[in-house]
């Protein structure tokens, strides 16, 4: 078992249900009724391609997927989808492919995209740091894809709203998929690592609007071609067998839990609760823009920069694992994906507390 004492604030790979760890652990020592694990089992097995069909009709379950997209499983993390997405939809035609720039991965996605075609950086938050989603911006119509990311997992920015156009939206929903109830027919295609709020890294899930992958004229190479894996059931190649597997299991726990709806309460109210104490703690300050704070990554700073060292070392001391910042960005973040309890986010609070008290600091307790 778990070291209870332990919050993971991870931002990716992050926290997973530990019923979830559980069941994949025994699958990994012992799985079908012959007694082969999960890691040794041919993907083309009838056991396994149930695993496939059953992650695929959590999917669409969870998400109320149309019937008219399909549900793919690849590989290569979202960082893949960065070229993947337009070398299939902007190479080899004439119009330019829009990007909004609201995030270090978006900035990613751009630069791949450069590579295969015309890019029109829409709108950019770039020189304020990204500290929030850049709204003031008109498509233009005949593009040939809009690219946005949902949530800015390193900034703690999230998109509550997504443009209204004719043009297809393609998003990158790495870090906040599952997290809440999405509108999918809004868009033509979106991408995610599993590593969020899927599943074990590994296995990234892909789903896009049929008509949308038919649209495309030019040869791409198999591995790159969203229509090979379509057509062959995401089995052109062996699969991530056991990322998908524990998706699965995954993705189950979050079906009992009640689905989108439920979980996207609990996940509001755990961000409510840190960013009341952020507001409230003199010491600490929000750092993205209130109207787009992401319920996912919370990042936040201290007043006085130079104590951040001494205050993470405290966290530590009490439990708290991940909550530094991104490597070039500093400051903290607390990642509250579904896994996280609302007790570790009350935890990270008390130690917010307690640091300031420490500090001589008065703060008007949350609970
Ligand atoms: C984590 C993350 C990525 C990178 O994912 P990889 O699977 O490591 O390639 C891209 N975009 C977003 C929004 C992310 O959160």
């Known amino acids: 078992m778990k070291n209870l004492l332990i919050h993971n604030f991870g931002a990716g790979p992050c926290i997973l249900p530990e019923s979830v760890l559980n069941r994949a652990a025994e699958a990994v020592k012992r799985w079908d009724v012959t007694g082969l694990s999960i890691l040794e089992i041919s993907h083309r097995s009838s056991a396994f391609e149930e695993v496939m069909k059953e992650t695929e009709r ?36 004439k119009k330019e492919a829009v990007y909004l720039d609201a995030g270090f991965f978006g900035a990613k996605a751009i630069k791949e995209a450069q590579l295969f075609g015309k890019v029109n950086v829409i709108a950019s938050s770039k020189e304020q740091g990204y500290a929030y989603i850049p709204k003031d911006y008109t498509i233009p119509e005949d593009a040939a894809y809009f690219h946005c990311t949902s949530n800015n997992t390193i900034e703690g920015t999230e998109m509550t709203r997504f443009p209204v156009t004719n043009v297809p939206i393609i998003c990158d929903m790495s870090s906040d998929i599952f997290s809440r109830p999405v509108d999918i027919s809004k868009f033509a295609l979106i991408y995610a690592g599993a590593q969020k709020n899927t599943g074990p890294a590994g296995m990234t899930l892909v789903i896009a609007k049929n008509k949308f992958l038919d649209s495309v004229k030019h040869p791409v190479p198999s591995m790159l071609d969203y229509r090979v894996y379509r057509d062959n059931g995401s089995m052109y190649n062996t699969p991530p067998v056991f990322a998908i597997y524990t998706a699965m299991l995954n993705l189950h726990w979050l079906k009992s839990k009640g689905g989108l709806k439920q979980i996207g309460q609990e996940n509001l109210a755990k961000a409510q609760l840190l960013y009341d104490e952020i507001e409230r703690n003199p010491m600490f300050y929000a750092s993205a823009r209130w109207e787009d704070r992401s ?30 910042g991104y490597r070039t960005v500093g400051g903290f973040r607390a990642s509250l994906y579904n896994a996280l309890p609302y007790e570790s986010v009350t935890a990270l609070v008390h130690c917010m507390n307690t640091y300031a008290e420490k500090h001589h600091v008065n703060v008007v307790p949350v609970y």
Do not use: W
Not at 71 to 77: E, I, K
Not at 297 to 310: I, K, L, S, W, Y
């Open 295 to 324: 319920l996912m990554n919370v990042t936040f700073r201290m007043h006085d920069q130079g104590g951040e060292a001494e205050f993470l070392k405290y966290a530590e001391q009490q439990g708290m694992v991940g909550i530094g």
């Open 58 to 93: 959590l999917v669409r379950h969870l998400l109320n997927v149309p019937d008219n997209y399909c549900v793919l499983f690849l590989q290569g993390g979202a960082s893949l989808q960065f070229c993947m997405v337009p070398m299939n939809f902007l190479q080899g035609g």
